[in-house]
T-cell receptor, first 114, second 112 residues
Framework: DVKVTQSSRYLVKRTGEKVFLECVQD?????MFWYRQDPGLGLRLIYFSYDVKMKEKGDIPEGYSVSREKKERFSLILESASTNQTSMYLC?????????????FGDGTRLSIL | KQEVTQIPAALSVPEGENLVLNCSFT??????LQWFRQDPGKGLTSLLLIQSSQREQTSGRLNASLDKSSGRSTLYIAASQPGDSATYLC???????????WGAGTKLIIKP
């Protein structure tokens, strides 16, 4: 079974801090994704990566950056955390496919910015 | 712009009933469609994936169909159980840009 592991289930940080969310997958997948999920807004894509050191902006990249130095690890960085970045963050991975599917998800990180 | 809509937003049914969850999309140029389940506070679990060339997929008590011409997909759950209670999301990949377009989900409650 594919396993996608997010480093923290719950995280509390303060406004202005630099925050790192880590995601590791064990299936040698080329594609990795970061989403945030908010009530009433559904899932929104922040960034995705289709190879090491490659990244593409999703729908809401502002205030975020990503890093993919190794194939199995995809990090989401909040450069200067703000309260409107309080959310559930979900990481996903998938094998190479024209449609980037199926995606396998981690359990999520619930991030609170105070 | 492609939109994916799930109606109703919430559904409560007694245990044992068969039920259908709906997912509609505005652009018929869909590459594939996937159904996911999400338990409270958890990530998403992939249930079924239907390619555009297929009309349906089955896994156990679940059956998903895809009708591109009408812009609809349905998830049929047979003999529902309390353990089926969760939020169900559909997501489509469009031919044009290969990115997932997500529905907002249907929250399903199965009453014992």
């Amino acid at each position: 079974d594919v396993k996608v592991t997010q480093s923290s289930r719950y995280l509390v940080k303060r406004t202005g801090e630099k925050v790192f969310l880590e995601c590791v997958q064990d299936m040698d997948h080329e594609n990795m994704f970061w989403y945030r999920q908010d009530p009433g807004l559904g899932l929104r894509l922040i960034y995705f990566s289709y190879d090491v050191k490659m990244k593409e902006k999703g729908d809401i990249p502002e205030g975020y950056s990503v890093s993919r130095e190794k194939k199995e690890r995809f990090s989401l960085i909040l450069e200067s955390a703000s309260t409107n970045q309080t959310s559930m963050y979900l990481c996903a991975s998938s094998a190479p496919d024209r449609g980037y599917q199926p995606q396998h998800f981690g359990d999520g990180t619930r991030l609170s910015i105070l | 712009k492609q939109e994916v809509t799930q109606i109703p937003a919430a559904l409560s049914v007694p245990e044992g009933e068969n039920l259908v969850l709906n997912c509609s999309f505005t652009d018929s140029a869909i590459y594939n469609l996937q159904w996911f389940r999400q338990d409270p506070g958890k990530g998403l679990t992939s249930l079924l994936l239907i390619q555009s060339s297929q009309r349906e997929q089955t896994s156990g008590r679940l059956n998903a169909s895809l009708d591109k011409s009408s812009g609809r997909s349905t998830l049929y759950i047979a003999a529902s159980q309390p353990g089926d209670s969760a939020t169900y999301l559909c997501a489509g990949v469009m031919d044009s840009n290969y990115q997932l377009i997500w529905g907002a989900g249907t929250k399903l409650i199965i009453k014992p």
